[in-house]
């Protein structure tokens, strides 16, 4: 389990000081224990209730809904297949706005499917509205079949791992804070106003990689383009952050025009790991790298090629560099130091739907 601090929650999660939560790989081991759990029965109507609390848990898994919202869709009116929405509604105040949350395309294929084979034995609006204590202690079961502490498999923590999980990995604070249902801060960016549907536009994005994670780029920023400087090979391209932070990049002009690119339009830029260069220090160094971010260094991963250095720049973004092992080399960070991360335009990658 990993411990997570009250200073870091972003304002989004009610975390006491030292409470633990499931990290991504202990989720993705509870996924694997539902899944496994679902299949085994040779019973239809174990086998089917079994599917019923799977598809619960992996709405909570990956929408971080509330189990009551959970057990309140409706399959016909609360699940957009075309567009990959799951929409919660606000039982009993007819005034608050649905929200809306984005799954994966293979996510929203997996439910369709699994729903299908539920209806074609039961057909009901609330195929999902099964007694709350009855999916609470079947999600415990699974925890402690697992060997994890009962308290850490309940609904309510699933939810919140799951808030820690996405902002783990850089997807910006206030898509976090829509998705969970939380209100959104004011974004801290003075030169780029971000919508509530361009926020949902990079949850979105975020979730499609997330479930695929063909990349070995280990740093995404999300925002969108705010400056174009057209040269005549080159075009230098600026994209701001919901946080506020500038990304500089520098792309051929053909590039320019295949991606399609111009002032607001939402892209993700990627960094990889080996192209951050780490200085240590509270002043900004003095060298001609367009991208300069300062943070802290929140972790370090020794290995016998290369060592791991994790750089928090914002709430809830990180910065990864891998920096070569070396026993003369000179270069020294601690954890709780200063530093900035460094890295070219020349070693982004931007990238468009």
Known sequence: MTGFNRSDDGRILSIAEGEECLSH??????????????GKSKRDDVRLSRLSVLLIFLLVRYTGAKLSEVLSINIHTDLDWARHLVIFRSNGNERAEPREVHISRSLADEIRGKIETLKSHKESERLLDLDPGFVRRKFYERALECGFPKRLGGPE???KARGVELMQSNIPLPAVQMMLGHSTPNLTSSYVAFSKDEIQAVAQRFLEKESGRKTSARNSFFGKVSEILRGDIQTRVVMETLEGNSIITVITNDSLERLGLSLGRLIT???K??????HGGEASPKCSTENRLRGVVTRITNGEVNTEYIVKISETTEICALVTSSPSSPFELNVGDCAWALFNCSAVVLHVD
């Open 25 to 38: 790989s202990q989720l993705n081991r509870l996924e694997d224990s539902f899944r496994e759990w679902a």
């Open 157 to 159: 923590a699933i939810r």
């Open 269 to 271: 830029a990627e960094v």
């Open 273 to 278: 790991a080996p192209l951050v260069i780490l």
